[in-house]
DNA sequence: GGGAATATTCCC
DNA sequence: GGGAATATTCCC
């Protein structure tokens, strides 16, 4: 509905049946974290462990929308808190605002 | 994000509070339909009680995105059944793949 | 059509 | 941070 922003190749946005691997939201962060082409923005720390969102704004207003249905970051702070909460998979692992970490394996 | 279409005034998308009025999914639904400039996508039917989508196509392409955060027909027609499911305010009442009828007041 | 999983928002 | 309401998707 933009042109440009990479499309992500994972399930879609809600839920629906679970199939089998993580949630979209895990594999589209992962992936969201994981190009190199935004490094400036957000990028793996420096453990590879966790990432860090080096510029808040324009993560919100560019690369959010390109992967979830919305641009606000306490949204997505959300959502992370939310998998954080279950520990379904332990993933993730919420440290601070602009700093999250990566539990184990992906 | 988008730049044109018709920028709703209602609450925002998910959910919060329920305030007091009626939940944004009918509220938007409601604009969407009374908007004369889109007359020719969707409009009232004559006896002003229910309303058509002449065409599902544009109707889903262009309308669907600027008042939610989607382009599914489908996905619209899913929140028009939970309503009815619900009957929570007994606004709509869904009828037929293309014509759905609005049951009273708003 | 609708159940259920996941997402997004609002509010505390 | 997280509870809860609403939204979006997937599947039957």
Redesign the interface.
């Known amino acids: 509905?933009?042109g440009g922003a990479p499309v992500t190749t994972t399930t879609g946005?809600g839920g629906g049946g679970s199939g089998g691997g993580p949630a979209p939201f895990l594999l589209k962060t992962y992936e969201m974290v994981d190009d190199t082409m935004t490094d400036d923005i957000v990028s793996w720390s420096g453990s590879m462990k966790s990432f860090v969102v080096w510029n808040p704004p324009e993560f919100a207003r560019v690369l959010l929308?390109s992967y979830f249905?919305?641009?606000n970051f306490s949204s997505f702070i959300r959502q992370l808190n939310t998998y954080e909460l279950r520990r379904k998979h332990a993933y993730f692992r919420f440290l601070a605002e602009c700093c999250c970490s990566i539990a184990d394996i992906m």
Chains 1, 2 share one sequence.
């Open positions: 509905m933009d946005g929308p249905k919305h641009n």
